[in-house]
């Protein structure tokens, strides 16, 4: 039990349709992240919210739309994607965005695979 | 652009022995965070350093922090299977919307019986 809890576990999709990504996070923290970790590439951070407000997007396309309604729920709408959308999307919350000095709780991840 | 750079980015040892991987930025940090994730799993974070020269244990891995604050390791000592995973060392990094957790490569370790 991590604190952080993504669903789906995994998630197969054609490029047509549009699924959204859940995170819920229970340790009280106020930033949440989005990452995809695809393979042999390093993490590559998405989108940062703090205080519910998006703080950073990473020049991420805009068939990937966040969503933070609260501190403690996330969610990444996806739509019309490509196959090299294919990854893991981690969500990670920490205690709040100060400049990378706090650590980083993750989730377990979506494998995302598109067809 | 600034990055975090992990060597090497495989390897594979036997069993009971020593393992280590090294991290260096293109710029000084404020800390050093390192994470492990194991195959299948998902980053856990391990240790954060933050003072030029810091070196931190736990059980049989050793952390240390560069004096420049730009490079740092992480050694195991008698690896053991549990060690198999992928570690990766992050550190803040400046981007054009701030300071932000810049992860690295990650080294791919492998241990056989």
């Known amino acids: 039990e991590t604190g952080v809890t993504q669903t789906p576990r995994h998630l197969v999709m054609g490029m047509t349709n549009k699924k959204s990504l859940k995170c819920e996070q229970h340790?009280?923290?106020?930033?949440m992240y989005w990452y995809k970790q695809s393979a042999k590439k390093p993490l590559e951070l998405m989108f940062v919210?703090?205080?519910?407000?998006?703080?950073e997007n990473n020049s991420v396309p805009s068939r990937f739309s966040p969503e933070c309604p609260n501190s403690s729920h996330l969610f990444l709408h996806l739509h019309t994607l490509q196959p090299e959308d294919s990854a893991l999307y981690l969500c990670?919350?920490?205690?709040?965005?100060?400049?990378?000095?706090?650590?980083?709780?993750f989730g377990d991840g979506t494998r995302l695979s598109i067809l | 652009g600034q990055q975090v750079m992990q060597i090497p980015q495989y390897q594979h040892v036997q069993e009971g022995e020593d393992f280590t991987t090294y991290c260096n930025s293109s710029?000084?940090?404020?800390?050093i965070q390192w994470y492990k994730q194991r195959p299948g799993g998902h980053p856990v974070f391990l240790i954060q350093?933050?003072?030029?020269?810091e070196v931190k244990k736990q059980k049989r891995l050793t952390f240390q922090f560069g004096e420049a604050k730009k490079n740092s390791s992480l050694h195991i000592t008698a690896t053991q299977t549990t060690d198999v995973g992928t570690y990766f060392c992050?550190?803040?990094?400046?981007?054009?919307?701030?300071?932000?957790?810049?992860f690295g490569t990650g080294t791919q370790l492998k241990v056989e019986l």
């Open positions: 350093l933050v003072k030029s020269g």
């Open positions: 990670a919350s920490s205690q709040d965005r100060q400049g990378g000095w706090q650590p980083q709780h």
């Open positions: 919210y703090n205080f519910k407000e998006q703080t």
């Open positions: 710029t000084t940090l404020s800390n």
């Open positions: 340790l009280g923290h106020n930033a």
């Open positions: 992050a550190g803040p990094l400046f981007t054009g919307g701030g300071n932000k957790l810049t």
